[in-house]
T-cell receptor, first 112, second 111 residues
């Protein structure tokens, strides 16, 4: 399978703990995006990488969130001191062109 | 800011045609995309319009009117498997590549 993969698929954590998610994009895609989706809503943009450079970050992304793409391939999204409001599906997408983004299956985070 | 409006739910029967509308407000505009998402699944790309007019891809077509800030997705010969949520999304010049999604339209196809 050469699609976008994300790990873990599910994460349950206690409030205050740190969590890290991983995204492996389609291999030739230089663009990588993170989105967050809550029930009944559309995906909400978090951040964008072109190769290893983080070119855009949503103002909604508090300083508890950090993302990296150190070698321009896989990416990690870390949430520090999780809060119950962080519970959501975290989606990663990658693309080669402007028009189409390929989404991974997501990581569902539950903060207790 | 940016905002998109879609109907929350649409119902139709197998074999029918359904149109899902999307109106948007954005500062700067590059194009309108449509994505399909089944329950528990990832969004998958359906179509993209950067210019006015109709784009056809099999049973699905998408239309854009930039002057009206309006677009629609047309689904023909509906099948049960088309039951899903459909999101319109805009690319704007306020961000490099980010998509701003609407809240989605849930399509229920019945036999």
């Amino acid at each position: 399978d050469t699609g976008v993969s994300q790990n873990p698929r599910h994460k349950i954590t206690k409030r205050g703990q740190n969590v890290t998610f991983r995204c492996d994009p389609i291999s030739e895609h230089n663009r990588l995006y993170w989105y967050r989706q809550t029930l009944g809503q559309g995906p909400e943009f978090l951040t964008y990488f072109q190769n290893e450079a983080q070119l855009e970050k949503s103002r909604l992304l508090s300083d508890r969130f950090s993302a990296e793409r150190p070698k321009g391939s896989f990416s990690t999204l870390e949430i520090q001191r999780t809060e119950q409001g962080d519970s959501a599906m975290y989606l990663c997408a990658s693309s080669l062109e402007d028009n189409e983004q390929f989404f991974g299956p997501g990581t569902r985070l539950t903060v207790l | 800011g940016q905002s998109l409006e879609q109907p929350s739910e649409v119902t139709a029967v197998e074999g029918a045609i359904v149109q899902i509308n999307c109106t948007y407000q954005t500062s700067g505009f590059y194009g309108l995309s449509w994505y399909q998402q089944h329950d528990g699944g990832a969004p998958t790309f359906l179509s993209y319009n950067a210019l006015d007019g109709l784009e056809e891809t099999g049973r699905f077509s998408s239309f854009l009117s930039r002057s009206d800030s309006y677009g629609y997705l047309l689904l023909q010969e509906l099948q049960m498997k088309d039951s899903a949520s459909y999101f319109c999304a805009v690319r704007s010049n306020t961000g490099f590549q980010k998509l701003v999604f609407g809240t989605g339209t849930r399509l229920l196809v019945s036999p």
